[in-house]
């Protein structure tokens, strides 16, 4: 009997001995510490979509100096990783289609944050044979099929009957046999940097001849004509015609003058070849205001009280891209305004991009993170040549911004954090 007591309390003393021990084990046993790829490794995200009319544009080759090549998907949407803050010039390329061009500047972003931009391509257009110079000729675009329709023409007033964008091309500045091609578009977004007062295309049309010229003179000029949609005698107070090119800036041809007879914008070239990019434009005042805190989605993970670190932990988010008008322009000049905004603003319509992050936290730590957006709202004001204007007000999703901060969850320190806000 008393043996069996003596055991008792020797099992006893051996527990509370084994449970003080395993206490001041467990008081100093350290959080496992891992590296933070979010904080370490600089990126930023040039993410966009490229369209065709209203459809969304695959296949297209996306690239800019110094990276690898991406492709947009089904959804005509893109990602380009940098890590400098910095202007990228980013090109868009796919078979059959006109090239665009894109500068981008990142600039005061935080890590792991984006800029958008959405691009409007055009496929060229089928090229035609112009086989009689008897007659002069006019040559049109016909956007709708992707035909170059050519028709001979008594003179320049069958300018009248273009309906959107031509050219009147008298017979003696062209060789029998040219094959030529026009194609009307919107050219994309110059530049995300945009200033208040703003020249911008209301249309524009590629020019492209094969086994021949078309070679404009003093004596025959060539005349470029774009259609006004509106009654004769409403116009826009001014319209600048541009040629461009990728090899160089854009060249100011001159003034296109309306024409109340035609009810176009018509512009004489009197030398040079007819080839290449023209631009019709118009000058309008561009207000901007950026929000910059619109909260998109916010979280924590929270891995207090483990001591082993979280690795591989997933944030996720998804962020509208694009614009969409507060209030469309009106009138008769409509759609060509609406081309103008497009040419500066890029794709109308919105997307949604979707985001992940992977990350580890540290043990006994918690992770506090939110995705805020960046949006403009911009106004748009077009001069009319009878002292009225058009005006346009448009929301524009630029961008998010991703921060976050690292804290530990130890009570007796008080606390430390890592903020993920770095340049």
């Known amino acids: 009997m008393k043996t069996t007591k003596l055991v008792a309390m020797a099992l006893l003393l051996i527990a509370g001995a084994c449970m003080s021990s395993c206490s001041v084990s467990d008081n100093e046993k350290s959080p496992e510490q891992v590296e933070d790829p ?29 990276l690898d090549a991406v492709t947009t998907d089904e959804n005509g949407q893109f990602t380009l990783t940098v890590n400098e803050q910095k202007e990228y010039v980013v090109d868009f ?38 086989a009689d110079v ?45 094959k030529v091609s026009m194609t009307e578009y919107i050219p994309e977004v110059a530049s995300t940097q945009v ?59 001159g003034e296109a003058v309306y024409d109340v007879n035609t009810n176009s914008y018509n512009f004489t070239m009197s030398s040079g070849e007819l080839d290449g990019n023209y631009e019709f434009r118009i000058s ?32 996720s988010y998804t962020a509208s891209m694009g614009w969409t008008y507060v209030t469309a322009p009106s009138g008769e000049l ?21 985001y992940e992050e992977t990350t580890n936290v540290s043990g006994n730590s918690i992770m506090y993170w939110k995705a805020e957006g960046k949006y403009d709202t911009i106004t748009y004001s077009f001069p009319l040549s009878d002292n009225s204007t058009i005006t346009a007000t448009l929301k524009k999703y630029t961008g998010v911004t991703f921060s976050y901060i690292n804290a530990s969850a130890d009570q007796h320190s008080g606390g430390t954090s890592t903020s993920g806000n770095a340049q």
């Open 38 to 66: 979010i904080k370490d490794i600089t990126e930023y995200y040039i993410v966009g979509q490229v369209k065709e009319g209203d459809n969304a544009l695959s296949g297209v080759t996306v690239s800019t100096s110094g």
């Open 93 to 130: 390329v796919k078979d059959e289609y006109l090239q665009a061009s894109t500068s981008i500047k990142l600039a005061g972003l935080t890590n792991r944050s984006s800029v958008a931009v959405s691009v409007l391509m055009t496929k060229k257009a089928k090229d035609a044979t112009i």
């Open 134 to 178: 008897s007659q002069n000729v006019l040559i049109e675009s016909n956007g709708n099929t992707g035909e170059t329709e050519v028709s001979n023409v008594s003179d320049e007033s069958a300018l009248k009957n273009v309906s959107s964008v031509g050219a009147y091309v008298p017979k003696e500045v062209v060789e029998e046999g040219t």
């Open 195 to 253: 200033g208040q007062q703003v020249s911008t295309p209301i249309m524009a049309v590629y020019i492209e001849t094969q086994e021949g010229s078309i070679v404009a003179s003093e004596e025959n000029p060539v005349i470029l004509s774009v259609n006004n949609p509106a009654e004769a005698g409403t116009a826009f107070q001014n319209v600048t015609v541009l040629k461009s090119s990728k090899s160089r800036a854009d060249e100011v041809l």
């Open 284 to 315: 309008s005042t561009r207000t901007s205001q950026t929000t910059t805190n619109s909260l998109i989605k916010e979280g924590k993970v929270d891995n207090s009280g483990n001591f082993e670190a979280q690795t591989d932990v997933k944030i």
């Open 334 to 354: 409509a759609e060509l305004v609406k081309n103008a905004i497009v040419a500066q603003e890029g794709a109308e319509g919105t997307y949604s991009v979707n």
